[in-house]
């Protein structure tokens, strides 16, 4: 018993840290990460992330340290002004809510990689 609790708690360290976990229970909440179907697409509160990551790619001619700093800084600091989206995602789900304590700046950094290398990396 006492083995299977350092295994759970060890577990949790180990997994709690992979990336594609932050943005599972982080970002996909409200972003979707494949292809929406008809019905989901519907149902959306946000942009479906590969369609942002891939406006992010065409924006800042996918240079990894620019869209990087875009992604770390409009998660905590999101503002119209900064947006990139086309304004009807902006006229449509409303400016994304801040994620300022939802998230530290480590994992962040490591989201931020995680999605340019899932998105955006030829
Ligand atoms: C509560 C819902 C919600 C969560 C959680 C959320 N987002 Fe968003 N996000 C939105 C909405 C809505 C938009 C579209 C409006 C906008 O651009 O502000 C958006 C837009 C964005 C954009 C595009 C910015 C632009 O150019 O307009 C990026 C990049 C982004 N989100 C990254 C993330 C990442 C990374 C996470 C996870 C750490 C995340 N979001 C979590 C709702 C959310």
């Known amino acids: 018993m006492k083995n299977l609790m350092i295994f759970l708690s060890l577990s949790t360290v180990i997994f709690a840290n992979s990336a594609k976990e932050l943005v599972d ?3 996909t909440i409200c972003h979707l990460a494949s292809q929406p179907s008809a019905s989901e697409r519907q149902n959306m509160i946000a942009p479906p992330m590969f369609g942002v990551m891939n406006n992010l790619g065409i924006h800042f001619k996918d240079d990894k340290k620019a869209i990087t700093a875009f992604v770390k800084d409009y998660v905590i600091n999101p503002d ?3 947006a ?3 304004s009807h995602a902006i006229t449509r789900f409303g400016v ?3 994620q300022k304590g939802s998230i530290t700046p ?4 490591k989201v931020a990689n995680y999605l340019f290398d899932e998105y955006l990396k030829k």
Do not use: A, H, W
């Not at 480590?106 to 950094?109: I, K, P, R, V």
């Open 25 to 27: 229970t982080k970002c």
């Open 80 to 82: 119209e002004k900064k």
């Open 84 to 86: 990139v989206c086309q």
């Open 96 to 98: 994304m809510p801040s």
């Open 106 to 109: 480590e994992e962040l950094d």
